[in-house]
């Protein structure tokens, strides 16, 4: 089975810190995700990464950057934390984006972390 | 942006009744996926239904695409208490008929299965 592993299951950060959110994945996926979950607004793309060093912006990267220096570890930097950061955050992985019939690979999920940004 | 968007927000059932969720979604797609997340937890993949595919079965788990009208259903047939659960549907946003590499969610459907 596949495992996504994030680091803190809960944190609790001061406004203005620079927060590192932590992923490794043991299936040797060349993509990786995160995406943050607020209720009411559904799981939101905020970058992901194709291959080591890689990285594109998904829909909302605004105050976040990613760091992808080894293929099993992608990590979430928040630059300056503030509160609208305060969110449940979900890292994922996958083989590939599309198969050969253009579908795309599942995503597996770590359990997420909760941060608190006061 | 949005793709796809499920409906009813919140489904609470008996224990043994079907449980059923729809998804509705704005552009074309290659393939539509549906997850499952606990309370907590990250999300679990449960099926891909391929966009030349009308249904497709799991277990307990059918899943239904109609490409004319742009949606999707998940039944849960003979629902049990451990399917408490928010149910996602996800689909790539892909205009070109090549595929997208992202994968975009809807808000979810809470369901609750009472013993």
Redesign the interface.
């Given at each position: 089975d596949v495992k996504v592993t994030q680091s803190s299951r809960y944190l609790v950060k001061r406004t203005g810190e620079k927060v590192f959110l932590e992923c490794v994945q043991d299936m040797d996926h060349e993509n990786m995700f995160w995406y943050r979950q607020d209720p009411g607004l559904g799981l939101r793309l905020i970058y992901f990464s194709y291959d080591v060093k890689m990285k594109e912006k998904g829909d909302i990267p605004e105050g976040y950057s990613v760091s992808r220096e080894k293929k099993e570890r992608f990590s979430l930097i928040l630059e300056s934390a503030s509160t609208n950061q305060t969110s449940m955050y979900l890292c994922a992985s996958s083989w590939a984006f599309l198969d050969r019939d253009h579908n795309n690979s599942p995503l597996h999920f770590g359990n997420g972390t909760r941060l608190t940004v006061t | 942006?949005?793709q796809g968007e499920e409906d009813p927000q919140a489904l609470s059932i008996q224990e043994g009744e079907n449980a059923t969720m729809n998804c509705s979604y704005k552009t074309s797609i290659?393939?539509l996926?549906w997850?499952r997340q606990n309370s907590?937890?990250?999300?679990?993949?449960l099926i891909?239904i391929?966009s030349n595919e009308r249904e497709k079965h799991s277990g307990r788990l059918r899943v239904t695409l109609d490409t004319s009208k742009k949606s999707s259903s998940l039944l849960i047939t003979a629902s049990r208490a451990a399917d408490t659960a928010s149910y996602?549907c996800?689909t790539?946003a892909?205009s070109s008929?090549?595929?997208?590499?992202?994968?975009?969610?809807?808000?979810?459907t809470k369901l609750s299965v009472i013993p």
């Open positions: - | 942006s949005q290659n393939n996926q997850y907590g937890r990250g999300l679990v993949h891909l391929r996602f996800a790539d892909s008929g090549a595929g997208s590499y992202q994968l975009t969610f809807g808000k979810g």
